[in-house]
T-cell receptor, first 113, second 112 residues
């Protein structure tokens, strides 16, 4: 059974710092991996999608990498801002019928001004 | 495009009552999913659908039912509500398995 773990559970950093969020998964047979952002009381917003054949994706100050063989992904946020404060979740799509997503519990990020 | 629309935003139910959570998407997506999110936990899959007329159980389907009569709509039915069903419910959709997943804003349900 696929399990997704995110470390750390919470992170507090000063504004301007570069930071890395970690995601690990137990079964390397995935279709893709997606990083989401969730603001309090809101739905999830897709940040980056990495297909299983890709190694990384970039969008603005965000860079996500994928190492399928070791079951790891990282989300790198450059020059963090208070507006980046949110919960970040990663999810893997399974190869099987329906391509269901399995989510990690998330990392709560607080960027202090 | 409205994206994925969920109604209602909030609801309080008494134990044993029933209700339907509505979900509609206007992106012509084939795949639709219902998740629940409990505090400090990841999202758990309740039911999913890969197209109109096709539905399948997810990880936590007990106490719920779904239907998918059209591509656009994917309602979630709660029968005989229980306190364990207090949660935030999210509907999501995507065009196919390799596409990004789009979420609605959620329905916050309390059962007392």
């Amino acid at each position: 059974k696929q399990e997704v773990t995110q470390i750390p559970a919470a992170l507090s950093v000063p504004e301007g710092e570069n930071l890395v969020l970690n995601c690990s998964f137990t079964d390397s047979a995935i279709y893709n991996l997606q990083w989401f952002r969730q603001d309090p009381g809101k739905g999830l917003t897709s940040l980056l999608l990495i297909q299983s054949s890709q190694r990384e994706q970039t969008s603005g100050r965000l860079n996500a990498s994928l190492d399928k063989s070791s079951g790891r992904s990282t989300l790198y946020i450059a020059a963090s801002q208070p507006g980046d404060s949110a919960t970040y979740l990663c999810a893997v799509s399974l190869m099987e019928y329906g391509n269901k997503l399995v989510f990690g519990a998330g990392t709560i990020l607080r960027v202090k001004s | 495009n409205a994206g994925v629309t969920q109604t209602p935003k909030f609801r309080i139910l008494k134990i044993g009552q029933s209700m339907t959570l509505q979900c509609a998407q206007d992106m012509n997506h084939n795949y639709m999913y219902w998740y629940r999110q409990d505090p400090g936990m990841g999202l758990k899959l309740i039911y999913y659908s890969v197209g109109a007329g096709i539905t399948d159980k997810g990880e936590v389907p007990n106490g719920y039912n779904v239907s998918r009569s059209t591509t656009e709509d994917f309602p979630l039915r709660l029968e005989l509500a229980a306190p364990s069903q207090t949660s935030v419910y999210f509907c999501a959709s995507r065009r196919q398995g390799g596409s990004p997943l789009h979420f609605g804003n959620g329905t916050r349900l309390t059962v007392t």
